[in-house]
């Protein structure tokens, strides 16, 4: 049974499996949130609604889909309908479910990392990495930070924007995941494959890397152990990078910022929102903190 918050994501269910010759019978919800994931119980199907006005990157997430199955990357997969489709002004996506799923290991992350940073770009517009994306929106939704908190964090953005448009030079850019952190590279029974595949861009490898050397170094979620382990895997420290500060503090606003974002609307949150800015600005001593996951 679905919840009041979910029933109209559920009309755009229906609608989009009966536009495709699927059963939507029986959906239920597995996240409501700025992307919705429902399952098709006894089908196999997974479907993703995304944000409306995200059909251009909903349909770039199919092409790169198509493209991972050719290129033998082992990555979520999608169902043999055409699509996406739009149901109630959503984009919306089909595609096979993942068994029984765990998160990955950092091993994990750096092998699928470098077989995809070893691939050509492919022939499809993937556009320019914007390690900025939302952010500015974030902090409009921001409700729950003092104005001074704010204004702060929308110059750090200035500050950060100007200093990746003069980042010295790194790895050879390519195809990049854009979301590189276990919950999207998880483990089932076939073995590690990448999941939400809809920040593909094209840039450098070494966006993908800071978000395992972040949760090492800035949240303490990976330790140190297993902070080599994931180098020796992918073959690269990004940390010994002069352009790491930059990425890596370009990670560190997206990570506040989307919290600041969600706490506007869930009260439990807004104490670590807060907390996330006051690490940033220098109020709950050095790196590494202990951050929370929000959603």
Known sequence: MTTTAAAPAHQVVTQACAAVGL????????????????????????VRIARAGQEAAAAREVRVARWLAQEHIPAVRLIDVQ???????????????????????????AHLLSQLHSLLPPDIDLGYLDPFVRVDERLQAAATLHADDTAW????????????????????????????????????????????????????PEWDLVSTAVRAKTTGAVTDGEYRRFCEAYGHDVTEWEGYPILAGARELRMATYAAQHAAGNEEWRGQAQYRVDCLRGRSGPRPWTWKGIL
Do not use: K, Y
């Open 23 to 46: 059963d939507s019978t029986g959906a239920e919800p597995l996240r409501l949130a700025e992307n919705q994931i429902w399952r098709l119980p006894g089908r196999q199907v997974i």
């Open 83 to 109: 699509q996406p489709i739009e149901a109630d002004g959503r984009p919306v996506t089909f595609w096979r479910e993942i068994p029984a799923q765990e998160h990955g290991s950092v091993e994990d992350v």
């Open 153 to 204: 964090l929308h110059g750090l953005h200035r500050d950060l924007a100007a200093a990746w448009a003069e980042r010295p030079a790194g790895l050879p850019d390519c195809a990049v995941h854009g979301d590189a952190w276990p919950g999207n590279f998880v483990r089932a029974g076939n073995g590690p494959l990448m999941m939400d595949l809809e920040r593909f861009s094209l840039g450098p």
